[in-house]
């Protein structure tokens, strides 16, 4: 059965922080992982990952895919408060699975 | 106006009633979803379709059933609604090819009494 699984569930850090957020799979048939941030409602978009060891990079966020270790983790230097929110991981095969996400909390 | 767009956005029903949960898009994909959140268990797939003649059950497609009046449209429906059906719905969609990039409306929330 595929599987995603995201950890830690929750973190609380202060202002000024980096955190690394972690995400492992097992699925058959992997095509992409992809990172999304969902504050109050909606998920949104923030990285797409299909190669190996290649960085994207988006201001103070950036995220890593390892395929053979079967592993993505998403870095957020210097938090602040905005970046409060339940970061989702979610991979696709045929379909998108998607794991429970990680709360980050960012206190000032 | 959002390019997903959720009715209800919030709703309270009682055990045994139909509820349905309507979705439209105006970003002209193709393909549309609807998911069920839950605390500590994620998103998970209800049913999905790939254009208007296709639809396909997703992980926990029990107890639901979907309809896709048109490519804009597909809308989700609680034939009779029970207490563990109470959670955040999500609607979404994505192009046929390429990244597959989720765009999700805002939710519906749906209690069930």
């Known amino acids: 059965e595929d599987k995603v699984v995201q950890s830690p569930l929750s973190l609380v850090v202060h202002e000024g922080d980096t955190v690394t957020l972690n995400c492992s799979y097992e699925?058959?048939?992997?095509?992409?992982l992809l990172w999304y941030k969902q504050e109050k409602k909606a998920p949104t978009f923030l990285f797409m990952l299909?190669?190996?060891?290649i960085e994207k990079k988006s201001g103070r966020l950036s995220s890593i895919l390892d395929k053979k270790e079967l592993f993505s983790i998403l870095n957020i230097t210097a938090t602040q408060t905005g970046d409060s929110a339940v970061y989702l991981c979610?991979?696709?095969?045929?379909?998108?699975?998607f794991g429970t996400g990680t709360r980050l909390q960012v206190f000032p | 106006d959002a390019d997903v767009t959720q009715t209800p956005r919030n709703r309270i029903t009682k055990t045994g009633k139909r509820i349905m949960l309507e979705c439209s898009q105006t970003?002209?994909?193709?393909?549309m979803y609807w998911y069920r959140q839950d605390p500590g268990l994620g998103l998970r797939l209800i049913y999905y379709?790939?254009?208007?003649?296709?639809?396909n059950k997703g992980e926990i497609s029990d107890g639901y059933s979907v309809s896709r009046q048109a490519q804009a449209k597909f809308s989700l429906s609680l034939e009779s609604a029970i207490p563990n059906q109470t959670a955040l719905y999500f609607c979404?969609?994505?192009?046929?090819?390429?990244?597959?990039?989720?765009?999700f409306g805002a939710g519906s929330r749906l209690t069930v009494l």
């Open positions: 979404a969609t994505s192009v046929g090819s390429g990244a597959n990039v989720l765009t």
């Open positions: 699925v058959t048939n992997f095509r992409s």
């Open positions: 299909t190669s190996s060891g």
């Open positions: 979610a991979v696709r095969t045929d379909k998108l699975i």
């Open positions: 970003k002209g994909h193709d393909r």
């Open positions: 379709s790939f254009d208007v003649k296709d639809i």
